[in-house]
């Protein structure tokens, strides 16, 4: 079994910054893929960075240039720095991590999110 922890949402003013971190534990034998997707009121979940397994990192339009993901493979953490926060980034931030397990097997899990509020 995994479990995720995701930490540092909370309420900003438009232009600040917060840091989420995702913190992945249990039956781990190395993390694939990790990603961050995000849920405003009444709209879908939509994807907002990833990074891969070689590092590679990709953004949604919406965010480039704004917040980096990264991670810390010995801490088997995935981290989103956002900056110059905006009201419409106003969401439920999810963290999604691939996990092979020491069964082993490739399993995708979810944190259980952390609300990130702008204020204008």
């Known amino acids: 079994q995994v479990q995720l922890v995701e930490s540092g949402g909370g309420l900003v003013q438009a232009g600040g910054s917060l840091r989420l971190s995702c913190a992945a534990s249990?039956?781990?034998?190395?993390?694939?893929?990790m990603a961050w997707y995000r849920q405003a009121p009444m709209k879908q979940r939509e994807w907002v960075a990833s990074?891969?397994?070689?590092?590679?990192?990709n953004y949604a339009g919406s965010v480039k240039g704004r917040f980096t993901i990264s991670r810390d493979i010995a801490k088997n953490t995935v981290y989103l720095q956002m900056n110059s926060l905006k009201p419409e980034d106003t969401a439920v931030y999810y963290c999604?991590?691939?996990?092979?397990?020491?069964?082993?097997?490739?399993?995708?899990?979810w944190g259980q999110g952390t609300q990130v509020t702008v204020s204008s």
């Open positions: 990074i891969s397994s070689g590092g590679t990192t």
């Open positions: 999604h991590i691939v996990v092979i397990t020491t069964t082993p097997a490739s399993i995708s899990y």
């Open positions: 249990g039956s781990i034998r190395s993390i694939n893929a």
